[in-house]
Structure formats: structure tokens, C-alpha cells
């Protein structure tokens, strides 16, 4: 179906794009090399194509992209997994997420930057070396 014509859906029309807190966290959590990939299994695999999410748009997809991103950890193996767990039953990665039971719990999660953990990994090398 063309968009446009009556009847068109939103998977019909492509899937919700990324919202602007979305991508913070996708640039907090990923690496500059990665982050075009995570934009694109993020659109293309966690959208309309998850179960009771045939029409949405980014701000009813946001709360589950959050908690496949949070679960990453900011690792694209990781996410690809969780998504795939999310196309099965997004109830799960909510519940993995502890976005569960809280419909905004999501919007107040903010991972930390991508340099701050290269930070704290070194300090943990060199503490573990150190003892």
C-alpha cells in the first residue's frame, strides 16, 4: 500500500523514526562507529514490527527501544539479542529493564557517556593491578 492511500498503516509507511531522547542515548551509550547501525536495527527491528505495535509512532515505541538499549549496555551483539527477545514478547525486556511497572520509569533512565566508561574501566584495571 502506498502512503497516502486510504487505509495505510504505519508499517505500511515506514517505521517511527527515533525520537530526539532516543538518539541521546544511543550517543551516551554506543560507540560513534556503532551508532548508525543501532539507529538502523532500532528503526527496522524495534518499531511496528513488535507484537501489539502494528501503528505506533516514536513515543509509543520509545519505552521499549529505551530498554533494549539499556540492557546493550551499549554492546550491538547485545542489543541485536534483546531486540529479537523484544520481537518475541516486549513485555520481557521491560520487565529485564524494570520499566515494568512504571509506564515512565523509562524517561528517567540515563546511561552514562561511552567515555565516562572507558574512564571508569581504566581506573578499574589499574586498581585491580594495583591490589
Known sequence: MIAGEQGATMRDVGAPPLSLPTEERI????ARADQEMV????REECGNNLPL?????????ERIRFAVLK???????KLQKVVLAAKT???DVLLWAGFANDP??????????QSEFTFLSHLRRWWMNKC
Open 89 to 91: 514478547d516486549w513485555r
Open 104 to 113: 515512565s520509569a523509562h524517561k528517567s533512565w540515563l546511561p552514562r557517556s
Open 71 to 77: 540492557l546493550s549496555a551499549g554492546s550491538v551483539d
Open 53 to 61: 505495535y502494528p501503528n505506533s509512532d516514536e513515543q509509543e515505541v
Open 27 to 30: 550517543a551516551l551509550l554506543f
Open 39 to 42: 539507529r538502523t536495527i532500532l
